[in-house]
């Protein structure tokens, strides 16, 4: 029989899993669609290569700007960039980073990094995939665009410059239509872009939705950009691939009982043929060397105890970074929520740190800033915050005013 040499893609579509064959010189096809919500729960994926495309739930994007063009020191500024961000990838689970350059020129560079959250074994197929990306990349764009889809049931977004990925994000809106919840989402993306120096301004916007019904017109109107509503585009084989590898969690835990019941067996035969040794009175160098057998591999697993206990202790760090009440676009978020409508309040400084806020800001009245303070405390989404709120000050623009908020469960 013939080799299968096809290529599949494995993408997140809107409610489903789903294998698109690519073959050369023609556009991928639908192969298959698994209604599932894990890769690992599909029991017969097709013949040939398989490449995974992670959605983008799974990762988070980091675009920088930086004031070089040496692309050799990309690695270590996203690192210090990702580490900032409170996000360290674990060492022992592969490759989980990866650098896609959208503009470099001899003076100034702006790239995207890519950190995947530690993979587990239901996060992956069983069949090993042969290489590894992530969905929006697959996903053919031009120009300035933002790009909107559905995978696996909740809205994501994509913002593009030139046609390259610049930044990608999930979010939790579920709706069958881009509501206000997801267009805030959209600006507050927009916003941090643009105060860590990445311009992204979509001169138009890609509504990827299976129903042609799909009412866009609340996010065109919000945005001031004309909203397209199409089908999803076939994918694209990404060119080049990633360097993505997350190491096989399900071979490195069989590997690790295999190793373990080695030594114990190895442990027990050792203890055995010493007592046989004792009772037959066997000579003591015999006994010398098993001992000293023993005790070297004792020395070998050893290392493996406190290569674990680093690891415990590496994941403990990753709390800030991967728990949503620190979030730092979910807090201003809240915040903003309690911004008195049509006061003409606007924050001018908001430094968030994961056990302390400090806002400044001013108000037209000082009335808009009681307000404020009054929601700040009585924001439900809040309460894990005590705030000191201080009497508006008056200045030559209106009335300035800084808040503080203490975490309730900051460690003294």
């Not at 698994?34 to 690992?40: C, E, L, Q, R």
């Not at 071979?251 to 030594?263: D, E, G, H, M, V």
């Amino acid at each position: 029989m013939a080799k299968n040499n096809s290529t599949h893609l494995l993408i997140p579509g809107e409610s489903s899993w789903e294998f698109w064959t690519v073959e050369p010189g023609a556009p991928a096809t639908l192969h298959s669609s698994h209604p599932v919500a894990k890769p690992s729960e599909i029991e017969k994926p097709p013949q040939g290569d398989l490449i995974f495309l992670f959605p983008v739930k799974a990762l988070t994007a980091l675009p920088m700007h930086v004031p070089t063009g040496d692309t050799s020191l990309f690695p270590d500024l996203a690192a210090t960039h990702a580490e900032r961000s409170g996000l360290r990838p674990d060492p022992f689970a592969g490759q989980l980073t990866d650098i896609f350059p959208v503009f470099t020129n001899s003076e100034e560079s702006i790239f995207l990094s890519v950190v995947l959250r530690t993979p587990q074994s239901e996060d992956l197929p069983h069949k090993s995939p042969k290489a590894f990306d992530i969905s929006p990349r697959c996903l053919p764009v031009r120009g300035n665009t933002l790009s909107l889809w559905r995978e696996l049931g909740y809205w994501v977004f994509a913002l593009h410059t030139e046609g390259k990925l610049l930044y990608c994000q999930a979010t939790s809106v579920s709706s069958p239509a881009p509501d206000a919840s997801l267009v805030r989402e959209i600006r507050i993306a927009i916003t941090q872009l643009s105060m860590q120096g990445v311009r992204a301004e979509p001169s138009n916007a890609l509504v990827w939705c299976s129903n042609p019904e799909t009412d866009t017109s609340l996010l065109a109107t919000s945005l001031s950009l004309q909203a397209e509503l199409t089908p999803r585009p076939a994918p694209v084989l990404p060119q080049p691939l990633s360097s993505l590898l997350p190491a096989d969690v399900r071979a490195a835990r069989r590997a690790a009982r295999k190793r373990q019941n080695t030594i114990l067996a190895i442990a027990a035969i050792a203890v055995i043929y010493l007592g046989t040794i004792g009772y037959l009175g066997y000579e003591l160098w015999k006994t010398q060397s098993t001992t000293k057998k023993l005790l070297t591999e004792v020395d070998i697993v050893a290392p493996q105890q406190e290569a674990f206990q680093q690891h415990i202790a590496k994941w403990d760090e990753l709390e800030h970074g991967i728990d949503l009440n620190h979030n730092t676009v979910d807090i201003l978020n809240r915040i903003s929520r309690s911004i008195p409508s049509g006061s003409g309040l606007r924050l001018t400084t908001a430094i968030i740190s994961p056990n302390e806020i400090q806002l400044d800001g001013e108000a037209p009245k000082p009335q808009a800033v009681n307000q404020f303070s009054l929601n700040l405390k009585k924001n439900n989404d809040l309460a894990a915050f005590e705030w000191q709120t201080s009497e508006p000050r008056q200045t030559k623009l209106g009335w300035g005013f800084r808040f503080s908020g203490t975490s309730l469960t900051a460690t003294p």
